[in-house]
């Protein structure tokens, strides 16, 4: 069976809503996606960090999660870090309500494909995640998660056929992606918290 990880990227967070401590909203978020992480099935998970902002793997990893700590926020940084693995994924840290079908979607292409991604859904561009086989193909160029396309990445393969584009789903980065928050919707409970105004 191959080994595979999944890694959340805690990288910067472009956006805070208002009259919420812009560290504690990032903390949220992290710490919601980390608990998701730890609910996957039949993957090691893992997270990634600069060395500025290891406080905050140490905030909100559970014990004996790995944290890699990378020269830059990027995907490529991330996988560059990683051994002994078959497949990988890295996946945004400002999704905190992702349903754990959705990451798992971003793994299943592998079998057959070298690449995929998950689209970012509603409004901006960008991604929610990518997955490789590795070692990670020479062809796979440099993505800044918060401005690749999936057209981008097709592009530079050598046939489209080789990059599997997965269910998306939205991110936190203004006021019209907050407003899509589900209460019903289980999970983020830490952003749910800081929302409300109640401790977390």
Same mark, same amino acid.
């Given at each position: 069976m191959a080994r595979r990880v999944?890694?959340? #990227?805690l990288g910067p967070v472009r956006w805070t809503p208002p009259g919420i401590d812009p560290a504690r909203w990032r903390s949220a978020l992290a710490e919601d996606v980390v608990d998701l992480l730890a609910t996957l099935n039949e993957v090691e998970t893992a997270v990634a960090v600069t060395p500025e902002d290891r406080w905050l793997a140490d905030a909100v990893v559970w014990p004996g999660t790995a944290v890699y700590e990378v020269p830059e926020p990027t995907a490529g940084a991330v996988f560059a870090t990683l051994t002994g693995y078959d497949q990988a994924a890295v996946v945004v840290a400002d999704a905190p309500d992702v349903p754990g079908l959705t #990451?798992?979607? #971003?793994?299943? $292409? #592998?079998?057959s494909r070298p690449v995929a991604v998950a689209p970012v859904e509603?409004?901006?561009?960008?991604l929610l995640g990518v997955a490789v086989r590795l070692p990670v193909p020479d062809w796979l160029p440099a993505l800044d998660l918060d401005t690749a396309a999936p057209a981008e990445v097709r592009a530079a393969a050598p046939r489209p056929g080789d990059v599997a584009v997965t269910a998306g789903w939205r991110r936190l980065r203004g006021p019209a992606d907050l407003a899509t928050?589900? $209460?019903a919707f289980e999970g983020w409970e830490a952003t749910r918290a800081l929302l409300s105004g109640r401790p977390a």
């Amino acid at each position: 069976m191959a080994r595979r990880v999944v890694v959340a #990227l805690l990288g910067p967070v472009r956006w805070t809503p208002p009259g919420i401590d812009p560290a504690r909203w990032r903390s949220a978020l992290a710490e919601d996606v980390v608990d998701l992480l730890a609910t996957l099935n039949e993957v090691e998970t893992a997270v990634a960090v600069t060395p500025e902002d290891r406080w905050l793997a140490d905030a909100v990893v559970w014990p004996g999660t790995a944290v890699y700590e990378v020269p830059e926020p990027t995907a490529g940084a991330v996988f560059a870090t990683l051994t002994g693995y078959d497949q990988a994924a890295v996946v945004v840290a400002d999704a905190p309500d992702v349903p754990g079908l959705t #990451l798992g979607k #971003l793994l299943r $292409p #592998l079998s057959s494909r070298p690449v995929a991604v998950a689209p970012v859904e509603g409004s901006g561009i960008g991604l929610l995640g990518v997955a490789v086989r590795l070692p990670v193909p020479d062809w796979l160029p440099a993505l800044d998660l918060d401005t690749a396309a999936p057209a981008e990445v097709r592009a530079a393969a050598p046939r489209p056929g080789d990059v599997a584009v997965t269910a998306g789903w939205r991110r936190l980065r203004g006021p019209a992606d907050l407003a899509t928050l589900d $209460p019903a919707f289980e999970g983020w409970e830490a952003t749910r918290a800081l929302l409300s105004g109640r401790p977390a």
